[in-house]
Antibody, heavy 123, light 107 residues
Framework: QLHLQESGPGLVKPSETLSLTCTVS??????????WGWIRQSPGKGLACIGSIFYSGSSYYNPSLRSRVTMSVDTSKNQFFLNLRDVTAEDTAIYYC???????????????WGQGTPVTVSS | DIQMTQSPSTLSASVGDRVTITCRASQNIGSWLAWYQQKPGRAPKLLIY???LLETGVPSRFSGSGSGTEFTLTITSLQPDDFATYHC?????????FGPGTKVDIK
């Protein structure tokens, strides 16, 4: 059974960088059938895709966040990562990592999700 | 980006009721639509993908239909475990976009 687990700080100061890790177990991240992504959920804005990455490193970023997002993958550790720069209070949310099946033009829906990690942006 | 809307935003129903939730896309997304169920404090659970295909293990009382810009999720006989929030998601183009959710609560 595939398992995803997010880790990272729960509190980040405004203008700093939010860094999260997703550790995958029960299956290899080096799989040509799936993308690996980050999705966040905030009370005011619902669910939103942040970005997705393939094991090779090719990535998709949400245009609304592209200027601040970097994702990477470490296949040797079966992990992938999110960096979100210059955060504000609007970035306060629950952050989920997930595995996406392939859609017609990139990442599709997600069957497997992490449990989610709450992140608050505050000084 | 393609915008997704859902109606109603909240739905009050009783066990055994037939429930229908509508999801609309701001442009044609073909059949590239998924439905999720989410309970408080939990990650979303994939129920249906490609409009009408049930994920393994999802009860047959759930069904999906539609195409283009209008889609529905139907629960034929609501069970106690079904009280939750339901989200639609298009994945026709990137970024995949979610609807705002429909909360199904107890009447």
């Amino acid at each position: 059974q595939l398992h995803l687990q997010e880790s990272g700080p729960g509190l980040v100061k405004p203008s700093e960088t939010l860094s999260l890790t997703c550790t995958v177990s029960g299956g290899s991240i080096k799989n040509s059938y799936y993308y690996w992504g980050w999705i966040r959920q905030s009370p005011g804005k619902g669910l939103a895709c942040i970005g997705s990455i393939f094991y090779s490193g090719s990535s998709y970023y949400n245009p609304s966040l592209r200027s601040r997002v970097t994702m990477s993958v470490d296949t040797s550790k079966n992990q992938f990562f999110l960096n979100l720069r210059d955060v504000t209070a609007e970035d306060t949310a629950i952050y989920y990592c997930a595995r996406h099946i392939k859609g017609p033009q990139g990442p599709g829906p997600s069957l497997y999700w992490g449990q989610g990690t709450p992140v608050t942006v505050s000084s | 980006d393609i915008q997704m809307t859902q109606s109603p935003s909240t739905l009050s129903a009783s066990v055994g009721d037939r429930v229908t939730i509508t999801c609309r896309a701001s442009q044609n997304i073909g059949s590239w639509l998924a439905w999720y169920q989410q309970k408080p404090g939990r990650a979303p659970k994939l129920l249906i993908y490609k409009t009408s295909l049930l994920e393994t293990g999802v009860p047959s009382r759930f069904s999906g239909s539609g195409s283009g810009t209008e889609f529905t999720l139907t629960i034929t006989s609501l069970q106690p475990d079904d009280f939750a929030t339901y989200h639609c998601q298009h994945y026709d183009t990137y970024p995949p976009g979610f609807g705002p959710g429909t909360k199904v609560d107890i009447k």
